[in-house]
Nanobody
Framework: VQLQASGGGLVQAGDSLRLSCVASGRTRSTYAMGWFRQAPGKEREFAAAITWSYGSTYYPDSVKGRFTISRDNAKNTVYLQMNSLKPEDTAVYYC?????????????????WGQGTLVTVSS
């Protein structure tokens, strides 16, 4: 599975941004897609996940109510709509795919990763 993320950029606090991740290759075995983020000097952390078949969504408390993950199965694309952005949301955002049904909020559960897209939120 190959993943191509896009949509990052420089925005101001309070603005919105939508990230996209296009999956190609052997996507039929994908159980879930996730977004993770990594700020400078920090560990990679979970931002959102969605199951491919049922569309069940998962968020950490830090983004709940502000971020929305969605998917378009026909386009093999996952989106991350980010609203009310804060400076602490600044990070490189990675999309990832997993064939596992457990631990989808943990980066170690993911088999495939995209190249990352930088989101910078200025105050």
């Amino acid at each position: 599975v190959q993943l191509q993320a896009s949509g990052g950029g420089l925005v101001q606090a309070g603005d919105s941004l939508r990230l996209s991740c296009v999956a190609s290759g052997r996507t039929r075995s994908t159980y879930a897609m996730g977004w993770f983020r990594q700020a400078p000097g920090k560990e990679r952390e979970f931002a959102a996940a969605i199951t491919w078949s049922y569309g069940s969504t998962y968020y950490p408390d830090s983004v709940k109510g502000r971020f929305t993950i969605s998917r378009d199965n026909a386009k093999n694309t996952v989106y991350l709509q980010m609203n009310s952005l804060k400076p602490e949301d600044t990070a490189v955002y990675y999309c990832a795919a997993t064939m596992k049904s457990m631990g989808i909020m943990h980066p170690n559960s993911y088999n495939y990763w995209g190249q990352g897209t930088l989101v910078t939120v200025s105050s």
